[in-house]
């Protein structure tokens, strides 16, 4: 089990909030997302066959990418 904390600048309602947590709860090996809007910050929580490509490459897909 993998816990990533992830800076997401494009968090900017509570909707995006939701997009995010629901988009990446479905990739299969994911156990849990939090996004967080105040600290626009999201961590996740995996294990295999989930990894960081992956979910970083759904992040940029759904318009949320992960900040360098
Ligand atoms: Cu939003």
Excluded: R, W
């Excluded at 997302?33 to 992040?59: C, G, H, R, S, W």
Aim: glycine share 2%.
């Amino acid at each position: 089990m993998k816990t990533v904390s992830y800076s997401v600048p494009n968090i900017s309602c509570m909707h995006c909030v939701h997009t995010i947590q629901t988009e990446v709860a479905d990739v299969k090996g994911v156990k849990s997302v939090k996004a967080d809007l105040p600290t626009k910050m999201v961590e996740i929580v995996f294990d295999e066959p989930a990894n960081e490509e992956q979910i970083k490459a759904l992040l940029t897909e759904i318009e949320y990418p992960v900040a360098a």
